[in-house]
């Protein structure tokens, strides 16, 4: 069994993406990634500070907009709208979850489609389905990467994913198909759902239960993502799948922390200096 060091790889990943922004800066194009956050949700915080941690250390500018959780879905349409149409904006991210009285969907879709850096914006989500060129979601993004670095096979392999959230298992549909794999999608409705995980090749689990995943539900070699972040009240980050039982059956299998999490900041950087570079017409 091989562990899939995503913080190692996304390290690399900020490494190459530090000496494209300076390229970039000698061009005159500083890329700047704006952060809307509306309220104070607690876990949001902690993501939205790992971004900005990632911004410094690759020089990309990075600028935060702090909405109050009474915000009116005018006041925040205003301001995508503000940001939209700044020119020294590359990336508008909409952080997530927003207060219940603010329309998500709505939200997202006027995020400009060429600053979309999380891949929400129903322009994007369509493009992904059709394998053109666009801004993949984050999260999907950096499992593909992570499967190609330890080249892993996804062509023929059937690929299930428990979980289908707009950010995480409806994109990474697109994005395996993309690569000629089988996919099944489970979710709570699932029957007998350990009959479908153990067929899998390669099983992704992104449904938000700690230890969701046993080891009877997985098939002896098979490569295992672990998308969840789960705190416990001891405050230890656990995932979705059972590490310990599963990683003695797995062929792969990667961490929480390190492995996804790393990855999604890291694919989020790697789009905002794609928006800079789209934005400009360089190749
Ligand atoms: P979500 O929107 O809550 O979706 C959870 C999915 O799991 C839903 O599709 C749900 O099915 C399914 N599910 C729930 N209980 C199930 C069960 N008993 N059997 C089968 N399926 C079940 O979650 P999310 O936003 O995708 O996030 C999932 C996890 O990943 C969370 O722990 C989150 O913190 C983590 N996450 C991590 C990253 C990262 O960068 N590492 C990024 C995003 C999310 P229904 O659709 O039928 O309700």
Partial sequence: MEIING???AQN?????????EKLKRKGINPKLAVIMVG??????????????ACEEIGIEYEEFLLNSDTTMDKLLELIYKLNADNKIHGI??????????????AFKEIATQKDVDGFNPINVGKLSLNQDCFVSCTPYGIIRMLEAYNIPMEGAHAVIIGRSNIVGKPLIQCLLNKNAT???CHSKTRNIEQ???MADILVAAVGKPNFVSADMVKDGAVVIDVGINRMEDGKLVGDVNFEDVSKKASYITPVPGGVGPMTVAMLMHNVVKAAKDLNNIE
């Fill in 183 to 185: 996919v099944t999608i």
């Fill in 40 to 53: 104070d949700d607690k876990a949001s915080k902690v993501y939205v500070k790992n971004k900005s941690k």
């Fill in 7 to 9: 913080k190692e790889l």
């Fill in 13 to 21: 990943i900020r490494t190459d993406l530090k000496s494209e922004v």
């Fill in 93 to 106: 991210l909409l952080q997530s979850p927003l207060p219940k009285h603010l329309d998500i969907n709505m």
């Fill in 196 to 198: 479908t995980t153990k």
